[in-house]
C-alpha cells in the first residue's frame, strides 16, 4: 500500500483494481466488494467489524473524498452477505473470533441470470474467481453484485462448468418460505413465545409499535404501560448488535420472551424479525407498505422499512439497487420482473402496494 500512496489518486486506484482481477475504469462499489471477498478469504473466520475495519483502513488512501468510507464499506458488506457471497455462521469451538456470528467466504458457484447472463456468487480462493483473465473481462459489475454476461451462440452455463464452478439451482439459492397466511405465521410463533417462561427484568428492551409511520426507524421505542400483546423488539448484549426478540408485553412489562436465532445458518435473525414484524402488521390490518413508480418500461419499486435477505436476492435476479428517493431501498426493475417479484411482496412478506404519480401524489 506504501507504493500505491506515491501515486496519483487515478493511477491508485487502477493499481488496487488491477490487484483485485478488475478492470482500471471499475466503480468504486465494485472495487469494495472484490476487497472485501478478498479480505473475508484471508480472514476468515472474522468478526464483521474487523472485515469492515480492514478494507477501510486499505482503502482510505483511494476513496473519493465525498464519500464515507467506513458507511459505504458496511453498506456493501451487508449486500454481499445478502446475496451469500459471505456467510454469517455460528462460530466452531475451535474459532479465535469474538462474536456470537462469524464471517467466512462462501465457495464460488454461478446462478442463471433472468438475461441468460449469469450471476457469480462466492470466492475461490485469493484469486477471487475461477475464471480466465479473458473471462473476468466479461465480467458486469452492477454495483458489488457481479454478470457474467452471454454472447452469441454459447452456453454461458457450460462456460462457467468448463472453468470449475458448479452451478446453485435458483430455487436453492433464494430459499424462498412457504406461502402462507399472515395470521397463521403469526400463530406459530406466539406458541412458541408462549411456551418461555417469563423473563427476569429486561434492560435496555426496545420495541416496535405497530402501524403509524412509513418508516421503520420511527417505530422503535421503549416499551410503555400502554404497551400491551406480541412486539418484535431489540435488546442489548455485552458484545456486538443488539439482539433481536420476540416479547409478550401486559401493561409494558415482558411477561414472554423469545430470542430470535439464526435457524440452521439458513435465516438471519434479521431476516426473522423483519418478517414477524410484516405479519403482525398485516394481521392488524396496517400492512407495511411499498411504493411502485413507473419508468419508461421499468419501475422503481421503493421500501420503507428492510426486507428479508432472501427477497432481495430475488429482486437481484431481475433488478438493480439504485438510489433511495424519500425511502429506505430503492430498486429499479423492468416490466416483467415488477409482474413476478409483486405476489411474492404480498404473498409472503404480506405487503401493500401504491403507486406513486410524478409529482408524488398516492393514487
Not at 53 to 78: G, H, K, Q, T
Request: with cysteine; proline share 7%.
Amino acid at each position: 500500500m506504501n507504493a500505491v500512496r506515491l501515486l496519483s489518486p487515478a493511477a491508485a486506484i487502477a493499481s488496487v483494481a488491477s490487484s483485485l482481477r478488475l478492470p482500471a475504469e471499475v466503480q468504486f462499489d465494485a472495487l469494495v466488494g472484490q476487497a472485501l471477498r478478498r479480505a473475508a478469504y484471508q480472514m476468515a473466520p472474522c468478526a464483521r467489524h474487523a472485515l469492515e475495519r480492514s478494507v477501510s483502513s486499505s482503502l482510505n488512501y483511494i476513496a473519493p473524498p465525498d464519500l464515507v468510507l467506513d458507511e459505504v464499506v458496511a453498506e456493501i458488506l451487508e449486500t454481499l452477505i445478502v446475496y451469500g457471497e459471505v456467510l454469517e455462521l455460528q462460530p466452531l469451538a475451535d474459532d479465535k473470533a469474538t462474536g456470537s456470528l462469524v464471517l467466512r467466504p462462501s465457495p464460488a458457484f454461478f446462478v442463471r441470470h433472468h438475461s441468460g447472463s449469469a450471476i457469480l456468487i462466492g470466492v475461490a480462493g485469493d484469486e477471487i474467481t475461477p475464471l480466465s483473465p479473458e473471462q473476468n473481462s466479461r465480467l458486469r459489475y452492477q454495483g458489488p453484485l457481479r454478470i457474467f454476461q452471454a454472447t452469441a451462440g454459447e452456453s454461458v452455463y457450460d462456460v462457467l462448468r468448463d472453468s470449475g464452478l458448479s452451478e446453485l439451482a435458483s430455487a436453492t439459492w433464494l430459499r424462498l418460505p412457504p406461502q402462507e397466511a399472515a395470521s397463521g405465521y403469526v400463530a406459530k410463533w406466539t406458541e412458541r413465545l408462549r411456551s418461555t417462561p417469563a423473563p427476569t427484568e429486561v434492560e435496555g428492551l426496545t420495541v416496535f409499535e405497530g402501524g403509524g409511520s412509513d418508516f421503520y426507524s420511527a417505530r422503535r421505542v421503549a416499551p410503555r404501560t400502554t404497551h400491551s400483546g406480541i412486539h418484535v423488539g431489540r435488546r442489548p448484549q455485552m458484545y456486538g448488535a443488539d439482539l433481536w426478540c420476540l416479547v409478550e408485553l401486559v401493561g409494558g412489562r415482558p411477561a414472554h420472551l423469545l430470542d430470535l436465532v439464526s435457524e440452521g445458518d439458513r435465516l438471519r435473525p434479521s431476516d426473522i424479525a423483519w418478517r414477524i414484524l410484516m405479519a403482525l402488521d398485516c394481521s392488524a390490518g396496517q400492512p407495511q407498505r411499498f411504493r411502485v413508480r413507473p419508468n419508461g418500461d421499468s419501475n422503481f419499486l421503493d421500501f420503507f422499512a428492510p426486507v428479508p435477505s432472501w427477497a432481495l436476492r430475488r429482486i437481484a435476479i431481475d433488478g438493480a439497487p439504485t438510489k433511495p428517493e424519500r425511502c429506505l431501498l430503492t430498486f429499479e426493475i423492468s416490466e416483467a420482473g415488477t409482474a413476478e417479484i409483486l405476489p411474492l411482496l404480498r404473498d409472503r412478506l404480506w405487503l401493500d402496494s401504491w403507486s406513486s404519480s410524478d409529482d408524488g401524489r398516492r393514487k
